[in-house]
């Protein structure tokens, strides 16, 4: 047995029909259509939440403050009351990183093994 004819038999096992293949380029075009769909849906949701968010954190406080009410029953039992409401965010979240990574390197500490504790009162 040649070389060849080795290398002929080994490719005769690799060889793929033009079926599989077009059921393999089948199944990623489903794959790139349901991608398309889950990112749309995504968008959706974040758009239902936000003004889910904007209903709940914004309209129906205002409308209550303005009618003098602090709180009442819906028609199912459920309560509606006015709450504080507290919220906070880190902007320039890489910059606020480099800081502390900065802070505890000249501090000869490693960030790794130490713990950050943030206090922080009402003004």
Do not use: C
Not at 13 to 34: H, M, N, Q
Not at 59 to 77: Q, V, W
Not at 96 to 103: C, E, K, N, W
């Amino acid at each position: 047995m040649s070389i060849q004819n080795l290398f002929e038999q080994d490719a005769e096992a690799f060889k793929v029909a033009d079926t599989s293949l077009s059921s393999v380029s089948a199944l990623g075009r489903k794959a790139k259509s349901l991608e398309k769909e889950i990112e749309e849906q995504e968008a959706l949701l974040k758009s239902i939440k936000e003004q889910y968010r904007k209903l709940t954190e914004e309209t129906i406080p205002e409308a209550m403050t303005e009618l003098g009410m602090k709180k009442f029953t819906m028609d199912d039992g459920s309560e509606v009351s006015i709450k504080p409401f507290n919220s906070a965010s880190i902007s320039g979240t890489q910059r606020a990183l480099r800081s502390v990574r900065r802070t505890f390197a000249s501090s000869g500490k490693s960030l790794t093994r130490s713990n950050m504790h943030v206090y922080a009162s009402r003004a």
